[in-house]
């Protein structure tokens, strides 16, 4: 298994430009999430998803979209890119049985600056 | 706000026990304390959880107060790979995420293992 994958790894926006974020996993996990991290925080909840079809916003949504159309992928959209929006972008899912229930696998990260 | 309260840092020798501690005062029947750590640049691991009794793994064990009030991350025997930031979490149900289940991540415990 791939585990929980996100590219690209680095981008470069120019302000009011867009871009999409894309998650994938292959470990048939219901629940995937996109978390942001600024330097030298903890990270803030962005938007979930508990299953296909079903998204539900975070601690800090505004400025992002998301949709859940199968149950691998997870993209995260920025319409009007600004500088608030620069930091590193991480993806997790997490499953709802088994062994690993409830613990969340988090890809490598998006670093994503705005200028 | 975060429902955690760990301390900013701490430093521990190679091949000593690290006792991080974490507060969670107002935690309540139906939250399990996580801890996840992150190592530079990486995406957050997930390390050990439980629910009130102590919990022991490959990674570490997880001291409970009887209260739940707080808790333990014990590393056993630190090495300087275990230099990371740790994050001690509560939340719901193992399951569940849901509007008032945010899993919220504070600034954590950057912990240094000195040589």
């Known amino acids: 298994n791939a585990g929980v994958t996100q590219t690209p790894k680095f981008r470069i926006l120019k302000i009011g430009q867009s871009m999409t974020l894309q998650c994938t996993q292959d470990m048939n996990h219901n629940y995937m999430y996109w978390y942001r991290q600024d330097p030298g925080m903890g990270l803030k909840l962005i938007y979930y998803?508990?299953?296909?079809?079903?998204?539900d916003k975070g601690e800090v949504p505004n400025g992002y979209n998301v949709s859940r159309s199968t149950t691998e992928d997870f993209p995260l959209r920025l319409e009007l890119a600004a500088p608030s929006q620069t930091s590193v972008y991480f993806c997790a899912s997490s499953s709802t049985s088994g062994a690993t229930l409830g613990e969340q696998f988090f890809g490598p990260g998006t670093r994503l600056t705005v200028l | 706000d975060a429902k955690t309260t760990q301390p900013p840092s701490m430093d521990c020798a190679e091949g000593r026990a690290a006792n991080l501690p974490c507060n969670h005062s107002t935690i309540s029947g139906n939250e399990y304390v996580y801890w996840y750590r992150q190592i530079h640049s990486q995406g957050p691991q997930y390390i050990i959880h439980?629910?009130?009794n102590n919990e022991t793994n490959e990674m570490a064990s997880l001291i409970i107060t009887e209260d739940r009030k707080s808790s333990t991350l014990i590393l056993p025997h630190a090495t300087l790979r275990d230099t990371a930031v740790y994050y001690c979490?509560?939340?719901?149900?193992?399951?569940?995420?849901?509007?008032?289940?945010?899993?919220?991540f504070g600034k954590g415990t950057r912990l240094h293992i000195l040589p």
């Open positions: 439980g629910l009130k």
């Open positions: 998803s508990v299953g296909a079809g079903i998204t």
């Open positions: 979490i509560v939340r719901g149900r193992r399951s569940s995420v849901n509007r008032d289940d945010k899993i919220i």
